[in-house]
């Protein structure tokens, strides 16, 4: 059974650091791109980031380019988002998604077919 | 950026049939997907490739496409649909991946 286990959100002020965790177990990690979507409190989905199976290609959303870093440890099972510069929008249920494909590629179609239970990151003073 | 849009909320009694859809102008040339999230838990594929269903979706579940809209069909809808539907897909460029805001359906 594939299943993802997401860690290490809390509560951190605003222009601090944070870094979530997703353990992996269930199918060959390498195989797989990975991602983030994100949940603000009450709110829709809203997609963060994705990294392809072998790390190389990472592709981000326009809120979080240049602050948020997704990688991953093939050896380890286990992606991760390094969250910098962190601001009160940031504020959201953070989850880990498994996306059906090795290579993400901007001009085609791919998705999140199993997804974690999630990580709350609070951004306040 | 681009947006798909959803209607709110869409209520139907048990057994009817509930349409949820979702517009965007990439959406002849892009997939559509969907996602059912009930109250506390993480979001669930019930959609892929426009029409296409994951094993254990039951059966009354069904998405098309026609030009800019993607439609979710729940075909005698049952008190345990009840739920926030989300539709995701890209651009036509794929530079941006959203989701739609979110239809809560009601069945009661």
């Known amino acids: 059974e594939v299943q993802l286990l997401e860690s290490g959100g809390g509560l951190v002020q605003p222009g601090g650091s944070l870094r979530v965790s997703c353990a992996a177990s269930g199918f060959t990690f390498s195989n797989y791109a990975m991602s983030w979507v994100r949940q603000a409190p009450g709110k829709g989905l809203e997609w963060v980031s994705v990294?392809?199976?072998?790390?190389?290609?990472?592709y981000y959303a326009d809120s979080v380019k240049g602050r948020f870093t997704i990688s991953r440890d093939n050896s380890k099972n286990t992606l991760y988002l390094q969250m910098n510069s962190l601001r009160g929008e940031d504020t959201a249920l953070y989850y880990c998604?498994?996306?059906?494909?090795?290579?993400?590629?901007?001009?085609?179609?791919?998705?999140?077919?199993?997804w974690g239970r999630g990580t709350l990151v609070t951004v306040s003073s | 950026s681009y947006e798909l849009t959803q209607s709110p909320s869409v209520s139907v009694s048990p057994g009817q049939t509930a349409r949820i859809t979702c517009s965007g102008d990439?959406?002849?040339?892009?997939?559509t997907y969907w996602y059912q999230q009930k109250s506390g838990q993480a979001p669930v594929l019930v959609i892929y490739e426009d029409s296409k269903r994951p094993s254990g979706i039951p059966e009354r579940l069904s998405g098309s496409t026609s030009g800019t809209m993607a439609t979710l069909t729940i075909s005698g809808a049952q008190v345990e649909d009840e739920a926030d539907y989300y539709c995701y897909s890209s651009d036509s460029s794929g530079n941006h991946r959203v989701f739609g805001g979110g239809t809560k359906l009601t069945v009661l």
């Open positions: 990294i392809g199976g072998s790390g190389t290609d990472t």
């Open positions: 998604a498994k996306v059906p494909v090795a290579v993400v590629q901007l001009e085609r179609s791919w998705y999140f077919d199993v």
């Open positions: 990439a959406l002849p040339k892009k997939y």
